[in-house]
């Protein structure tokens, strides 16, 4: 039996809250400060813990303020807030599919965002701060494409995976086109990008990246309670007071954006909205989407990745990307063993 708890306030409200998941969220957070306590010690001057921990409290040496505050410590806020992006946005689409396939990475929204890029990269030669504006439109253009072309009275499970699928694979060949029309040296840009790195990455992409997150997370969250009934049924969630479609929709742009965003900021990082929200899901074991959760094992997951794409090949460091992509395709291939032998798929 599940132990769950009510905190009452002195004004009357009270909240409900699984202890169990609680726990799982603590801990999360906890090996995700640790885990970047540790990548901001790595790299060719590696500094020791408790030295970043007094930088970051202000009292380091000029050398370790330098290397912490203005190398390393951007790179790590944006590992966190784009792997907490994805997790999150990988919960919402799979709560609103009601699938485990209903992931960003199979739907095609970082495909999308990736044509974006492309195009600024590609036709135009943009700056940094233009390819991160044209990721974040072709994310949205392909949000909105595949809402319109899953809906038939609503928006439902396997045809919103279906029409994703399909819409990634047109956008896949139109970013391969794009890449045969691109001259030597945009081609070889767009296809560092397209791998998905934190690669020098600075305090212009976190900022951006933090104000998303502080308007939508709560925005989010604040609907959890409309999307948890909308998983026993339109009719269910019709009869007590829930605005279905308006929820799924506002929720579906939160998570687009949310996608979008991430990857403007750090290329098309693959397969962690599709493992985060399982991986929680599967430590809370608790139903519903899990958004919390998904969000802390995202941030985790990405950190982690980020230092085995540093530390874990010797000499030969990986971009993120390379590493969240190897890691998820197989557990992609596991998930979709265990879908066929539950006779789902």
């Known amino acids: 039996m599940r132990r769950v708890r009510a905190l009452r306030t002195a004004g009357g409200l009270s909240v ?4 169990r998941s609680v726990t799982v969220v603590v801990l999360l957070l906890l090996a995700a400060a640790v885990a970047s306590v540790v990548l901001i010690g790595t790299g060719d001057f590696p500094i020791p813990a408790d ?49 485990p396939l209903g992931s960003p990475d199979v739907l095609g929204l970082g495909q999308g965002s990736t044509a974006g890029a492309l195009v600024v990269i590609v036709l135009y030669s943009g700056s940094a701060a233009e390819v991160a504006l044209g990721a974040l ?71 951006p990246l933090l104000i998303m997150c502080a308007v939508l997370v709560p925005l989010v969250l604040g609907n959890a309670r409309g999307l948890r009934m909308t998983e026993m049924g339109d009719d269910v969630s019709y009869a007590l007071g829930v ?8 929720l579906m742009v939160a998570a687009v954006l949310l996608t979008s965003g991430a990857t403007a900021a750090a290329g098309p990082v693959g ?30 997951l990405l950190v982690v990745a980020d230092w085995a794409s540093q530390r874990a090949f010797g000499a030969d460091q990986l971009p993120v990307g390379v590493v969240t992509g190897v890691l998820g395709g197989v557990y992609l291939l596991w998930l979709l063993v265990t879908e066929r032998k539950a006779g789902r798929i």
């Open 16 to 19: 409900r809250f699984d202890l």
């Open 51 to 99: 030295d970043v921990l007094r930088t970051l409290a202000g009292h380091g040496s000029p050398s370790q303020e330098f290397i912490v505050n203005d190398l390393r410590l951007p790179r790590v806020l944006v590992g966190l807030l784009v792997g907490a992006s994805l997790g999150l946005s990988g919960a919402l689409f799979q709560s609103v599919s009601r699938n």
């Open 137 to 207: 439109v072709g994310g949205l253009v392909t949000g909105l494409a595949i809402y319109l072309l899953a809906w038939k009275q609503g928006v439902h499970g396997y045809r919103l995976v279906l029409v994703g699928i399909g819409v990634s694979a047109v956008v896949t060949a139109v970013n391969g086109y794009l890449l045969t029309k691109a001259d030597l040296v945009d081609a070889a840009r767009a296809v560092v990008w397209m791998t998905g790195s934190l690669n020098g990455r600075d305090w212009a992409q976190v900022w």
């Open 243 to 250: 605005s279905v479609e308006r929820t799924r929709l506002l």
């Open 271 to 300: 397969f962690v909205a599709l493992t985060a929200p399982q991986l929680a899901r599967r430590l809370t074991r608790a139903p519903g989407p899990n958004l919390l959760p998904s969000m802390c094992m995202g941030a985790t």
